[in-house]
């Protein structure tokens, strides 16, 4: 399925916004990701598998922070760094 | 207090440029510098827009440097130089603490807050301290790195630390000032703020509090145990059982095999006080140190007292101070010099650097009697490094 990296991410994807990976679940999907792009998963997931605070992740335009969530081949996820301040 | 000596292998002075690595809220910069010391240009950023908290030079090849990067959005990571700078590789496995049981809150590391190289027996062999407190080893020139079991398993870990807090560095609880003893790569120091120091001689597979005669005044307690607010700890390099402390609560210094600590910061002026955040060593005279002190009072501005920015340097081992200001804002200076913000060279006379929290750089060559502004416009400084000279 198409998943959307943010610009914060690109360099793991060789600058690429919109990159290919497959799972039954967003966990999955994230270790194919890794599989794909090395060291992109824990700049996102931490090591106790939560996503981190200022990452948020939308499939098929809904927010979710479960890792178990359910995907289908053709969903759309969305990775969004999301950070205020300076 | 007894006078310590250097060993016998006191390195002649270096004489060659300096090169300054500069860690900021926004990225890292190189500051290198002619061999005169008089002209210097900034170089950089790398890592725009992350967060560098500290960038360390390999002294047992001269040119492998290892980053603690963070971005705002994204989690904490290591990258790696082999070639001075010019090109970098991120860890394959940064510090991260063992995924927990099911049901069990696990810890998460926040920021890589400090790193120091390993033994110089040790080739590849670095730790990093990392928020919230943790000791990580890496023994591949920190491609890969391994939880120390020994801190951060231990059952004392959590009363040490008086609990998990929430902030990170630069505002919340963080391990820092990892000392390895040249003389035995098994014999460590650590400080943590808060928790304290303390001290491993088995390679850091236990621990043990050592904050005799350390004030906590934040504390109800009186004389604990563990639970200080160490800002930093340096170990001498020539003279290792000589270790300065600058703490929350003033500026000490222990004699091994002594275990008490002695507030040699009672000496500094009273309008003064003996706060700050780095303590830095003269690399060939053990009884010269720099401190850069404060605002402790009231809210505790964590400023230069009074805006008028100083640093002081003793040069018998603590016993007297003298303030260093020449160059310096004579007024309205309000910028504060992290722990890792202050450094010291290996030329002679010695060069000491220290970065703001306002983003400038400054530098003395000639042991702080005077000061020269060498970098400006930076973003907020996390840490200065000296290397070269």
């Given at each position: 399925m198409n998943v959307?990296?943010?610009?914060?991410?690109?360099?793991?994807?060789?600058?690429?916004?919109?990159?290919?990976?497959?799972?039954?679940?967003?966990?999955?999907?994230?270790?194919?990701?890794?599989?794909?792009?090395?060291?992109?998963?824990?700049?996102m997931i931490d090591e106790q598998d939560a996503i981190r605070r200022h990452i948020k992740i939308f499939v098929n335009q809904q927010p979710t922070r479960d890792l178990g969530t359910a995907l289908a081949a053709n969903d759309e996820v969305v990775i969004v760094g999301a950070l205020s301040g300076g | 207090m007894p006078k310590a000596k250097a060993g016998k292998g006191t390195p002649r002075p270096a004489s060659g440029p300096v090169t300054l690595f500069v860690g900021t809220r926004k990225g890292a910069f190189f500051i290198r510098s002619d061999r005169a010391r008089r002209s210097w240009t900034l170089a950089g950023p790398h890592f725009l827009g992350n967060i560098v908290n500290h960038l360390v030079l390999d002294p047992r090849d001269g040119k492998t440097l290892l980053c603690a990067v963070r971005a705002g959005h994204l989690g904490p990571t290591v990258f790696r130089s082999t070639d001075f700078g010019r090109t970098w590789k991120e860890a394959q496995r940064p510090p991260a603490f063992p995924k927990a049981a099911p049901g069990e809150k696990g810890l998460a590391v926040e920021h890589v807050f400090w790193l120091t190289p390993g033994h110089a027996s040790q080739p590849g062999a670095w730790y990093a301290g990392v928020s919230p407190p943790g000791l990580f080893r890496s023994e591949d020139g920190g491609v890969t790195w391994e939880g120390v079991v020994g801190?951060?398993?231990?059952?004392?870990?959590?009363?040490?630390?008086?609990?998990?807090?929430?902030?990170?560095?630069?505002?919340?609880?963080?391990?820092?000032?990892?000392?390895?003893?040249?003389?035995?790569?098994?014999?460590?120091?650590?400080?943590?703020?808060?928790?304290?120091?303390?001290?491993?001689?088995?390679?850091?597979?236990?621990?043990?509090?050592?904050?005799?005669?350390?004030?906590?005044?934040?504390?109800?307690?009186?004389?604990?145990?563990?639970?200080h607010d160490v800002h930093c700890i340096r170990l001498h390099p020539?003279?290792?059982?000589?270790?300065?402390?600058?703490?929350?609560?003033?500026?000490?210094?222990?004699?091994?095999?002594?275990?008490?600590?002695?507030?040699?910061?009672?000496?500094?002026?009273?309008?003064?006080?003996?706060?700050?955040?780095?303590?830095?060593?003269?690399?060939?005279?053990?009884?010269?140190?720099?401190?850069?002190?404060?605002?402790?009072?009231?809210?505790w501005?964590?400023?230069?007292?009074?805006?008028?920015?100083?640093?002081?340097?003793?040069?018998?081992?603590?016993?007297?101070?003298?303030?260093?200001?020449?160059?310096?804002?004579?007024?309205?200076?309000?910028?504060?010099?992290?722990?890792?913000?202050?450094?010291?060279?290996?030329?002679?006379?010695?060069?000491?650097?220290?970065?703001?929290?306002?983003?400038?750089?400054w530098m003395s060559a000639n042991e702080g009697d005077r000061w020269t502004s060498i970098a400006r416009h930076l973003p907020e400084i996390y840490s200065v490094e000296a290397a070269g000279g």
């Open positions: 959307l990296i943010p610009s914060q991410l690109r360099d793991y994807t060789g600058g690429r916004a919109h990159v290919e990976a497959r799972g039954g679940t967003l966990a999955e999907l994230l270790a194919d990701l890794e599989r794909r792009h090395p060291g992109i998963r824990f700049r | 801190f951060n398993a231990n059952p004392m870990r959590s009363p040490w630390i008086g609990g998990e807090q929430e902030q990170g560095p630069p505002d919340g609880a963080t391990l820092h000032s990892i000392n390895v003893d040249p003389r035995d790569p098994g014999h460590l120091y650590i400080g943590i703020s808060v928790g304290g120091a303390f001290e491993s001689t088995d390679g850091g597979a236990s621990w043990r509090p050592l904050n005799k005669g350390v004030a906590a005044d934040f504390l109800p307690v009186k004389d604990p145990e563990y639970g020539l003279a290792p059982d000589r270790l300065y402390q600058q703490n929350h609560c003033g500026i000490y210094r222990l004699d091994r095999l002594a275990e008490r600590w002695q507030r040699i910061g009672s000496a500094m002026p009273k309008a003064i006080g003996d706060i700050g955040f780095p303590i830095v060593l003269h690399p060939r005279d053990p009884d010269t140190l720099w401190v850069f002190p404060m605002d402790g009072g009231t809210v501005p964590r400023v230069s007292p009074g805006g008028k920015p100083a640093a002081y340097v003793s040069r018998d081992g603590g016993r007297t101070w003298r303030r260093q200001d020449r160059g310096l804002p004579a007024k309205q200076g309000w910028f504060t010099v992290k722990r890792q913000s202050m450094c010291a060279d290996a030329r002679d006379p010695v060069g000491v650097y220290f970065g703001t929290t306002s983003g400038e750089v």
